[in-house]
């Protein structure tokens, strides 16, 4: 079950956060834990007191919606421990269809990986088979890579070099110790003689009749007996095979989070001499393993928008995510999609109006501190349905909600708004850049931020401070023009201050600022269309 974000827009106001709580638990009544409510920025004051009242936890905070490891549907999460036989990982490799399988130590970790590259480098290079060597292992390990029968057993771990009696057969046992290991075939003679210099393990090879004089020197000297249908180099291959992962795992495997950026992935892989990376959490546990073949499908994660529909407002990285569904109450964006989605887009006072209106319309009933979410959002946006941007709907469902919660509209307004206004914490900086919304109007990139205070006193007595400052904020947004409204709450109107270039200053007739704006409350309804048509003029 893919997971879906349902997520407001930059900079998210209480209408934004709550309608996208509300949808969300709208959508998971019929699959739930799918949709994740989400947001792209801090949570206010006002709406941290909304969601504190409700006992609510805020979205989950979602940086960017680009598709990172953790999007992946399928990793490969086959893997072995540092003292398996290089043969057993191999068996793995072509039991699975896989050309590399990681390697972990007793605690998960990741150590390394056996590739097909790196046992070709292990083994095909090499050519002098008489430095060959067994690192400890299980006497019934080694017999079962060799295909053997046990017939003398005298040791539980076998450790030593290995030596193929070709050589004359004093040259051969000129080398041996009492820990190594000797190869043989049909030569009764070369056996015990081998057998009589207290070698650890003989390898009767190539099917070769075994005596029983040979099985008793055996048992007499503490030698272990092994007999094979392998013949001596075919048991030198085996050998080899024998060896534990640790000895032949490249250790330069590429390494990846859950939370790297798929792009970066897909680069580092295909740079990789192994067309591979491992996954790995942050105290180097292995996840899982991704290929080439892994990275071939779009990846994408999935969104639903609510309160925006223009890329500028979006979470970053929206132009690689799957758009499913757009809920809106603002201007129509440029908003693109490759396929068609349920778009519903209303002109009311608040997302929170229509997202109550599908609970209503669709007959199912809003949880109660759901319906006071949604009460929160409509009261928020419309200023208490004292806005212009006002309609009968907010209305009716903000009467629907208060019978459903058992909260009284205006009071409850009146607690948000002080709760949105409490500016002392802030500086004038913090204040201009906490609600911006940014536009492209007549290839005029442009930034409109408001700021709700008590009283029209707060532009008189700041508007140095907010001149001085607004420059810098457009340099470091990289603007056109950035508009401010200071909008008085109980007094009907906004000031409103502006920074751009001389020119467009003098063509918007903004002379001296603030410009008092009176019935100006609304930035989508009452300024951004008078103000559009002013930069259309330029």
Known sequence: MNSVYVIGHKNP????????????????????????????????????????????????????????VADIPFTYTLNAGMDVPTIDVVEMMDEHDLRNIPIIDDKGRLAGLVSEHGLSKAYV???????????????????????ADIVVRKREIIEGNVYISIDALHVTLSRLTENDIAIVGDNEPSQLALISAGIAVLIIADDAPLGERVIKAATQRDVSLLATKLDAFGVAKMINLSLPASQVMATDVPVVHTDDNLDYVKQLVSNSRYRTACIVDEEN???????????????????????????????????????????????????????????????????????????????????????????????????????????????????????????????????????????????????????????????????????????????????????????????????????????????????LFVAADDQTLQRLQIDTQPVRLEGVMSRKKDFLPRFGQMIRSL
């Open 125 to 147: 290079r090499r050519t002098r088979v008489e430095h060959l060597s067994v690192s400890p292992i299980p006497i019934e390990t080694l017999a079962r890579i060799l295909d």
């Open 285 to 495: 546990k292995l996840i899982g393993m991704i290929s080439r073949n892994t990275l071939m499908e779009e990846i994408q994660k999935s969104v639903i928008l609510l309160d925006h529909n223009e890329y500028s407002q979006a979470v970053d990285g929206i132009e690689h995510a799957e758009i499913l569904e757009i809920i809106d109450h603002h201007r129509l964006g440029a908003m693109t999609t490759l396929k068609p989605i349920r778009f519903v887009m209303e002109p009311v006072g608040s997302t929170s109006t229509i997202v109550a209106s599908i609970y209503r319309d669709s007959g199912v009933q809003i949880p109660e501190k759901i319906a006071g979410l949604l009460l929160a959002g409509i009261l928020s946006d419309t200023l208490g349905l004292k806005m212009s941007t006002t309609t009968t709907k907010d209305e009716e469902m903000v009467t629907y909600l208060s019978g459903i919660t058992g909260i009284e509209p205006v009071e409850f307004g009146m607690k948000l708004f002080q709760e949105g206004m409490e500016l002392s914490e802030y500086s004038i900086g913090e204040l201009l850049k906490k609600d911006t919304k940014r536009y492209t109007l007549f290839s005029k990139e442009v930034v409109i931020t408001q700021v709700m205070v008590p009283s029209e006193n707060f532009s008189t007595i700041h508007a140095e401070e907010i001149q001085a400052i607004l420059p810098e904020i457009r340099e470091e947004l990289d603007v056109d023009i950035v508009a401010v409204l200071i909008t008085c709450v109980f007094e009907n109107g906004s000031d």
């Open 13 to 68: 106001d209480t209408d934004s956060i709550c309608s996208v709580i509300g949808y969300a638990a709208y959508l998971n009544r019929d699959e739930m834990g799918r949709y994740i409510p989400a947001r792209c920025g801090d949570v206010n004051p006002e709406t941290a007191f909304v969601l504190s009242h409700f006992g609510i936890e805020p979205p989950a905070f979602i940086e960017s919606v680009e598709a990172t």
